[in-house]
């Protein structure tokens, strides 16, 4: 798809569930963003060692929060804060990764605190996340999810979802990544009920 060919990019609306809002980072939010991923970097840094080795202190933070909102403007990557209604706490995020070819499909990748884990929100901000990825202007024709094996919690969200497993992939670099990773599909045909 030509660079004039693509959608313009979604308005930054928020996207509200029964208990969360899901919403595009704001500056004001840097601080909240820090805190979660320096308190918990050990825990996140094998499913997200760029965003931890990015965020190591308050600047960049603010860096990176900034970086998502040109990342958004660009349609390179929407990513949303995820937040609870009633108390305002921030939970984690959420962001859709789009791939602009002929037949759009996007990576789907989610974290929440651990505080916040175990209480069905990666379910209800994933539901979020795949109504927003197969409207338009995304329109997304597939979303995937990769969960490594050693976060069984992750995988049970996307099929509890209605992603389907994929056959394991052969590895091209066996030393890079020492976990296994399921890979998940759910197509625009056969979307959330």
């Known amino acids: 798809m030509s660079i004039a060919a693509l959608p313009l990019a979604p308005a930054r609306t928020p996207l509200l ?3 969360l809002v899901l919403r595009p980072y704001e500056p004001t939010d840097t601080a909240a963003f820090f805190t979660v991923i320096d308190q918990e970097r050990e825990r996140l840094r094998p499913a997200f060692p ?9 600047a960049d933070a603010r860096q990176v929060v ?21 108390t305002g706490a ?23 605190s651990a505080t916040a884990e175990g209480q069905g929100y990666a379910y209800e901000a994933l539901a979020a996340a795949v109504a ?5 202007p995304l329109g997304a024709a597939r979303l995937t999810i990769r969960c490594y094996a ?3 919690r992750s995988s049970v969200v996307a099929e509890r979802a209605g992603f389907q497993r994929l056959p394991a992939r052969p590895r091209l ?8 990773i399921h890979y ?4 625009s045909a056969n979307p959330i009920e």
Do not use: K
């Open 184 to 187: 998940y599909s759910l197509s």
């Open 132 to 136: 927003f990825g197969f409207q338009a």
């Open 90 to 112: 921030y939970l984690g995020d959420i962001s859709l990764r789009p791939t602009w070819h002929r037949e759009v499909t996007a990576e789907i990748g989610y974290y929440l």
């Open 17 to 19: 569930t029964a208990r």
């Open 50 to 58: 760029t965003r931890v080795a990015a965020v190591q202190t308050l």
């Open 173 to 180: 670099w066996p030393l890079r990544t020492p976990a296994e």
């Open 66 to 86: 900034a970086a998502y909102t040109q990342d958004w403007h660009t349609r390179r990557l929407f990513v949303f804060g995820i937040w609870h209604r009633s």
């Open 150 to 152: 050693t976060n069984p």
